[in-house]
Protein backbone atom coordinates (compact mmCIF):
# COMPACT_ATOMS: atom_id res chain seq x y z
CA UNK A 1 0.00 0.00 0.00
CA UNK A 2 1.27 3.67 -0.60
CA UNK A 3 0.37 6.96 -0.37
CA UNK A 4 1.47 10.10 -2.28
CA UNK A 5 2.89 11.86 0.80
CA UNK A 6 6.71 11.85 2.02
CA UNK A 7 7.70 8.30 3.18
CA UNK A 8 10.26 8.45 6.64
CA UNK A 9 12.02 5.24 7.67
CA UNK A 10 12.37 5.97 11.06
CA UNK A 11 13.20 4.07 14.11
CA UNK A 12 11.84 5.49 17.76
CA UNK A 13 14.92 5.59 19.64
CA UNK A 14 17.92 6.24 17.08
CA UNK A 15 18.88 10.06 18.18
CA UNK A 16 19.43 10.53 14.00
CA UNK A 17 16.13 9.37 13.30
CA UNK A 18 14.81 11.48 16.27
CA UNK A 19 16.08 14.54 15.43
CA UNK A 20 14.58 14.14 11.93
CA UNK A 21 11.11 13.39 12.92
CA UNK A 22 11.63 16.55 15.34
CA UNK A 23 12.13 18.77 12.71
CA UNK A 24 9.40 17.18 10.47
CA UNK A 25 6.71 18.11 13.46
CA UNK A 26 8.31 21.32 14.11
CA UNK A 27 7.54 22.14 10.45
CA UNK A 28 4.40 20.01 10.17
CA UNK A 29 5.43 18.42 7.58
CA UNK A 30 2.74 15.55 6.69
CA UNK A 31 4.23 12.31 6.08
CA UNK A 32 4.06 8.55 5.90
CA UNK A 33 5.98 6.83 9.05
CA UNK A 34 7.62 3.31 8.57
CA UNK A 35 8.78 1.94 11.80
CA UNK A 36 12.02 0.09 10.90
CA UNK A 37 13.63 -3.06 12.78
CA UNK A 38 17.32 -2.54 12.55
CA UNK A 39 17.92 -6.05 12.79
CA UNK A 40 15.70 -6.94 10.31
CA UNK A 41 15.67 -3.81 7.53
CA UNK A 42 13.05 -3.83 5.02
CA UNK A 43 13.89 -5.13 1.61
CA UNK A 44 11.73 -1.46 0.24
CA UNK A 45 14.32 0.62 2.31
CA UNK A 46 17.26 -1.10 1.42
CA UNK A 47 16.56 -1.05 -2.42
CA UNK A 48 16.17 2.30 -2.36
CA UNK A 49 19.09 3.10 0.32
CA UNK A 50 21.55 0.27 0.17
CA UNK A 51 23.78 1.80 2.93
CA UNK A 52 20.94 0.84 5.64
CA UNK A 53 20.61 3.69 8.15
CA UNK A 54 17.84 5.38 9.09
CA UNK A 55 16.11 8.54 8.95
CA UNK A 56 15.50 7.85 5.15
CA UNK A 57 12.67 9.87 3.29
CA UNK A 58 11.61 9.65 0.13
CA UNK A 59 10.12 12.87 -1.73
CA UNK A 60 6.75 13.32 -3.41
CA UNK A 61 8.99 13.86 -6.35
CA UNK A 62 10.87 10.39 -5.90
CA UNK A 63 14.09 12.24 -4.17
CA UNK A 64 15.66 10.60 -1.75
CA UNK A 65 17.10 12.34 1.64
CA UNK A 66 19.58 9.78 3.18
CA UNK A 67 21.09 12.22 5.93
CA UNK A 68 19.43 13.51 9.08
CA UNK A 69 20.62 16.41 8.97
CA UNK A 70 18.90 16.93 5.48
CA UNK A 71 15.57 15.88 6.36
CA UNK A 72 16.05 18.41 9.18
CA UNK A 73 17.25 21.11 6.36
CA UNK A 74 14.35 20.16 4.00
CA UNK A 75 11.65 20.13 6.97
CA UNK A 76 12.88 23.94 7.28
CA UNK A 77 13.17 24.96 4.06
CA UNK A 78 16.72 26.18 4.79
CA UNK A 79 19.87 25.83 2.34
CA UNK A 80 22.59 26.61 4.52
CA UNK A 81 23.32 27.08 8.45
CA UNK A 82 25.68 28.90 9.34
CA UNK A 83 29.41 27.82 10.03
CA UNK A 84 29.26 27.89 13.65
CA UNK A 85 26.34 25.64 13.55
CA UNK A 86 27.80 23.42 10.76
CA UNK A 87 30.88 22.84 13.30
CA UNK A 88 29.02 21.87 16.76
CA UNK A 89 26.93 19.59 14.81
CA UNK A 90 29.77 18.30 13.44
CA UNK A 91 31.16 18.06 16.89
CA UNK A 92 28.41 16.35 18.15
CA UNK A 93 27.93 13.35 15.32
CA UNK A 94 31.75 12.91 15.86
CA UNK A 95 33.80 13.33 18.63
CA UNK A 96 30.58 13.59 21.16
CA UNK A 97 29.02 10.49 19.22
CA UNK A 98 31.62 8.00 19.60
CA UNK A 99 32.71 9.08 23.24
CA UNK A 100 28.90 8.45 24.42
CA UNK A 101 28.68 5.32 22.18
CA UNK A 102 31.61 4.25 24.41
CA UNK A 103 30.11 5.90 27.40
CA UNK A 104 27.06 3.70 27.37
CA UNK A 105 28.25 0.54 26.07
CA UNK A 106 31.38 -0.30 28.21
CA UNK A 107 32.59 -3.09 26.19
CA UNK A 108 31.19 -3.10 22.88
CA UNK A 109 33.35 -1.16 21.31
CA UNK A 110 37.37 -1.44 21.23
CA UNK A 111 38.24 1.09 23.93
CA UNK A 112 41.43 2.93 24.37
CA UNK A 113 42.94 1.92 28.01
CA UNK A 114 43.08 4.80 30.42
CA UNK A 115 40.20 6.92 28.61
CA UNK A 116 37.67 7.81 30.28
CA UNK A 117 35.12 8.53 27.85
CA UNK A 118 32.51 10.20 30.50
CA UNK A 119 34.61 12.66 30.62
CA UNK A 120 35.60 13.01 26.92
CA UNK A 121 31.76 13.53 26.97
CA UNK A 122 31.73 16.30 29.05
CA UNK A 123 34.10 18.42 26.67
CA UNK A 124 31.08 18.78 24.60
CA UNK A 125 28.86 19.18 27.68
CA UNK A 126 30.89 22.10 28.80
CA UNK A 127 30.71 23.74 25.33
CA UNK A 128 27.26 23.32 25.42
CA UNK A 129 26.59 24.40 28.56
CA UNK A 130 28.42 27.76 27.97
CA UNK A 131 26.72 28.74 24.78
CA UNK A 132 23.46 28.06 26.24
CA UNK A 133 20.93 31.39 26.23
CA UNK A 134 18.80 29.58 26.76
CA UNK A 135 19.07 27.73 23.05
CA UNK A 136 21.78 27.36 21.38
CA UNK A 137 21.26 30.48 18.92
CA UNK A 138 20.19 32.95 21.78
CA UNK A 139 16.95 33.19 22.32
CA UNK A 140 15.59 31.32 19.51
CA UNK A 141 15.11 27.68 19.63
CA UNK A 142 16.74 26.68 16.04
CA UNK A 143 17.55 23.77 14.10
CA UNK A 144 20.51 23.48 16.17
CA UNK A 145 18.96 22.93 18.74
CA UNK A 146 16.96 20.17 17.76
CA UNK A 147 20.00 18.27 15.93
CA UNK A 148 21.66 18.04 19.36
CA UNK A 149 19.47 17.56 21.81
CA UNK A 150 18.61 13.96 20.93
CA UNK A 151 22.31 13.07 22.30
CA UNK A 152 22.65 14.93 24.76
CA UNK A 153 19.61 13.36 26.36
CA UNK A 154 20.88 9.83 25.78
CA UNK A 155 24.09 11.22 27.81
CA UNK A 156 22.16 12.41 30.47
CA UNK A 157 20.18 8.97 30.51
CA UNK A 158 23.30 7.02 31.39
CA UNK A 159 23.21 7.85 34.94
CA UNK A 160 20.47 10.07 35.75
CA UNK A 161 21.55 10.47 39.17
CA UNK A 162 25.01 11.80 38.88
CA UNK A 163 23.66 13.66 36.10
CA UNK A 164 21.88 15.46 37.89
CA UNK A 165 24.12 16.53 40.63
CA UNK A 166 26.28 17.99 37.82
CA UNK A 167 27.78 21.73 37.15
CA UNK A 168 25.16 21.71 33.71
CA UNK A 169 22.32 24.17 34.72
CA UNK A 170 21.77 25.85 31.63
CA UNK A 171 22.13 22.31 30.25
CA UNK A 172 19.34 20.82 32.42
CA UNK A 173 16.96 23.48 32.19
CA UNK A 174 17.45 23.33 28.18
CA UNK A 175 16.82 19.40 28.45
CA UNK A 176 14.05 19.70 30.88
CA UNK A 177 12.56 22.35 27.38
CA UNK A 178 12.22 19.36 25.88
CA UNK A 179 11.71 16.54 27.29
CA UNK A 180 8.54 18.42 29.29
CA UNK A 181 7.70 19.69 25.59
CA UNK A 182 4.20 18.05 23.30
CA UNK A 183 6.44 18.15 20.64
CA UNK A 184 8.86 15.34 21.99
CA UNK A 185 6.34 13.61 23.08
CA UNK A 186 4.86 13.53 19.60
CA UNK A 187 7.69 12.47 18.15
CA UNK A 188 8.12 10.06 20.84
CA UNK A 189 4.70 7.92 19.66
CA UNK A 190 5.36 4.11 19.41
CA UNK A 191 4.01 2.64 16.49
CA UNK A 192 4.55 -1.24 15.04
CA UNK A 193 7.08 -2.39 12.63
CA UNK A 194 6.25 -1.38 9.41
CA UNK A 195 5.07 -4.18 6.74
CA UNK A 196 4.56 -3.29 3.12
CA UNK A 197 0.99 -5.30 3.85
CA UNK A 198 -0.04 -2.68 7.06
CA UNK A 199 -1.96 -0.12 6.88
CA UNK A 200 0.34 3.40 6.12
CA UNK A 201 0.74 5.25 9.68
CA UNK A 202 -0.08 8.65 8.37
CA UNK A 203 1.20 12.01 10.58
CA UNK A 204 -1.02 14.13 9.62
CA UNK A 205 -0.88 18.29 10.13
N1 LIG B 1 24.76 10.02 9.35
C1 LIG B 1 23.52 9.33 9.49
C2 LIG B 1 23.63 8.37 10.66
C3 LIG B 1 22.37 7.53 10.86
C4 LIG B 1 22.63 6.30 11.75
O1 LIG B 1 23.78 5.93 12.00
N2 LIG B 1 21.54 5.66 12.19
C5 LIG B 1 21.70 4.42 12.92
C6 LIG B 1 20.65 4.22 13.97
S1 LIG B 1 20.79 5.36 15.30
C7 LIG B 1 21.51 3.25 11.95
O2 LIG B 1 20.60 3.26 11.16
N3 LIG B 1 22.38 2.25 12.04
C8 LIG B 1 22.31 1.09 11.19
C9 LIG B 1 22.14 -0.16 11.95
O3 LIG B 1 22.01 -0.13 13.18
O4 LIG B 1 22.11 -1.21 11.30
C10 LIG B 1 22.39 10.34 9.65
O5 LIG B 1 22.65 11.44 10.15
O6 LIG B 1 21.24 10.08 9.22
Known amino acids: MSTCLPVLYSFRRCPYAMRARLALYSAKVSHEHREVNLKNKPLEMLTI ?40 IRENDTTFKQALDRYKYPGRYLEKIGINYQEECEYFLRKL ?76 F
Do not use: C
Open 49 to 88: SPKGTVPVMILENGDLLEESLDIMKWAFKVSSLSTEDILL
Open 129 to 204: ENQLAPFLNGNMLTLVDLAIFPFIRQFSMVNPDWFETQPYPHIQVWLNFFITNQLFKDVMQKFLFWTPENKPELVL
